[in-house]
């Protein structure tokens, strides 16, 4: 199991008071919590009037909270064609207009975990993403320990756990502990960054009561992370420890991915609703002298990914491209990283129309021979 960051604080949360802190918090920030739309758990936008909808009890939302992070779609810079003193034009370009500062909140530790390794590719190595930067300095994310994993979930095949703490700057633990939905009427809340710390501290969780840790229940808190942390998973128990990235390595060539790549349809579901994948499209939009450059979400198991300019595509059968996204977080980010590009949110187990989802995949790897 993967080192826990050391707590800086301990508050506890009343239940009865999240929603009184999440109308404050809302009045300075741009607010992301899992709330039930129609039915269905998804992470979105909320203002004060969505509060009621919260939904903390959904250990799989729809979709990731990864659109806190990175848009969607968003716009990099502005420009338009102004005079300039000799009578010509220029192009004036401005910058992205930052937003308010964000607070992710009842975020799961997967996706938590998830945040740290998009972070990392972002973030580290000779390039960083300036944009990225900007706005992961203004977001905090407060995680919620998960009560009862889910029978898709496997984060402990990652060496993560329903109560890991990587990602995150505050993560919310039952007081009632694990084993069921019902997390009893308060949360154990702790900092794991100087962020969170000040976030706890700061004027809406007093405004909203969270209080300092009743004496006496230090050690209680203890045994309660400890159980969050030591619970199971339902697909992880199945699985096991992920261990392929070696044995990938002589199968490039294989039989195996023609067989597989012909039931995807190339619908992006997994790569939409995966807290991992981080990769986009850059494209121009404007008319009259002025426009928007912006990039938005794309994915490598589409025909057009790697269509160059020219016509040459380097990856121009659906074999090919069902190759490399499963190599990508098997193989190469572990090659470079030395980590698994996957946390084991289960989405793609539940979502996919075919069955084409990584632990398939890690499974018959294990069966193939080089």
Known sequence: MAQSPVPKATRLVKK??????????????????????????????????????????????VNS??????????????????????????????????????????????DAAAIDLVDKVYLTGEFTDEQYQ????????????????????????????????????????????????????????????ERGEAFLGGAAAKAAGVSDLPAGEGDKLERIVA??????TPLGKKLGKVDVADKLE????????????????????????????????VADTGAGGQGVRFRYWDFCKSPQFMLMAGGHDPRPAKKNRTRQRFLHKLNYHHNRCGEYLCVGCGRCVESCPVG???????????GLQP
Not at 66 to 95: F, N, R
Not at 98 to 109: K, M, T
Not at 251 to 279: D, G, Q
Request: proline share 6%.
């Open 16 to 61: 009865a008071g999240l929603g009184a802190w999440l109308t404050a918090l809302a009045a300075d920030n741009n607010v992301m919590a899992p709330v039930t739309v129609d039915g269905k758990p998804l992470f979105r936008w909320i203002g004060a009037g969505e509060v009621g909808q919260l939904d903390l009890a959904a250990v799989h939302t």
């Open 65 to 110: 909270p990864k659109g806190g992070v990175m848009p969607q779609t968003e716009p990099m810079l502005t420009y338009s064609a102004v005079q300039d003193g000799s009578g010509g034009k220029t192009l004036d370009i401005q910058p992205a207009a930052e937003d308010r500062p964000a607070v992710l909140f009842g975020v799961r530790p997967c």
């Open 134 to 193: 900007a706005r992961r300095d203004r977001t905090t994310v407060v995680a919620i320990a998960c009560a009862a994993p889910a029978k898709a979930c496997f984060c402990t095949s990652f060496d993560l756990s329903p109560g890991a703490a990587r990602g995150a700057d505050v993560v919310l633990y039952g007081r009632s502990g694990p084993g069921s939905v019902a997390e009893g009427d308060a949360y154990y809340a702790i900092a794991y960054t």
């Open 227 to 232: 159980a969050f942390r030591g619970l199971a």
């Open 250 to 281: 002589s199968l490039f060539e294989s039989a195996y991915w023609e067989k597989v790549s012909s039931r995807c349809l190339s619908c992006a579901t997994c790569t939409f609703v995966c807290p991992t994948c981080y990769c986009f499209g």
């Open 356 to 366: 084409l989802h990584l632990p398939l995949v890690v499974s018959d790897v294990r």
